[in-house]
Antibody, heavy 120, light 106 residues
Framework: QITLKESGPALVKPTQTLMLTCTFS??????????VGWIRQPPGKALEWLAL???????RYSPSLESRLTITRDISKNQVVLRMTNMDPVDTATFYC????????????WGPGTPVTVSS | IHLTQSPSLLSASVGDKVTITCRAS??????LAWYQQRAGTAPKALIY???TLQTGVPSRFSGSGSGTEFTLTISSLQPEDFATYHC?????????FGQGTKLEIK
């Protein structure tokens, strides 16, 4: 079955760079139509779509954050990494990674999420 | 594309039928998904393509709509349905979400 799990630091300082890893199983990121995305949710607030990487290494970003985000994949490790620069306290959120199917067009499986606090 | 959910807060009782609306700022065809998020947990997919139930989702959940207006209906609320519901458009980047609708016990 498909599973995903996020990992990374729980606390980062302002101006630092956040690196989050999504480790998945049950699918291959080389299968046509498959993608892995990142979504965040500040405490008590709405979900925000951040980035998506596809089976063909096509990458898409939220325009409002594109200058700060980089999404990459490691096929051999079944991992997707999200890098977010210049962290600010307003970036405090739970970050989720999720499996995406282009043909169905939705996030069908989600990781449990990892909370990140930005504070000095 | 901006999504507006209404209401933001909905109070209902077990057994009630409830409807949540999601309006898009421009037409998105049927490229809309619904998610359920229980407190402290990750979102769970309910519906995609505006009306197709994810495998394993109870049939009391249904979705409808196209273009700019969509609805999620729960025909008979069960205790486990009290949660926050999110819509998401997957028509154009960025794949935006609505602000969420919290369904609470009356």
């Amino acid at each position: 079955q498909i599973t995903l799990k996020e990992s990374g630091p729980a606390l980062v300082k302002p101006t630092q760079t956040l690196m989050l890893t999504c480790t998945f199983s049950g699918f291959s990121l080389t299968t046509r139509g498959v993608g892995v995305g990142w979504i965040r949710q500040p405490p008590g607030k709405a979900l925000e779509w951040l980035a998506l990487i596809y089976w063909d290494d096509d990458k898409r970003y939220s325009p409002s954050l594109e200058s700060r985000l980089t999404i990459t994949r490691d096929i051999s490790k079944n991992q997707v990494v999200l890098r977010m620069t210049n962290m600010d306290p307003v970036d405090t959120a739970t970050f989720y990674c999720a499996h995406f199917l282009l043909w169905s067009a939705y996030f069908d499986f989600w990781g449990p999420g990892t909370p990140v606090t930005v504070s000095s | 594309i901006h999504l507006t959910q209404s209401p933001s807060l909905l109070s209902a009782s077990v057994g009630d039928k409830v409807t949540i609306t999601c309006r898009a700022s421009q037409g998105i065809g049927r490229h809309l998904a619904w998610y359920q998020q229980r407190a402290g947990t990750a979102p769970k997919a309910l519906i995609y393509g505006a009306s197709t139930l994810q495998t394993g989702v109870p049939s009391r959940f249904s979705g409808s709509g196209s273009g700019t207006e969509f609805t999620l209906t729960i025909s008979s609320l069960q205790p486990e349905d009290f949660a926050t519901y999110h819509c998401q458009q997957i028509d154009d980047y960025p794949y935006t979400f609505g602000q969420g609708t919290k369904l609470e016990i009356k």
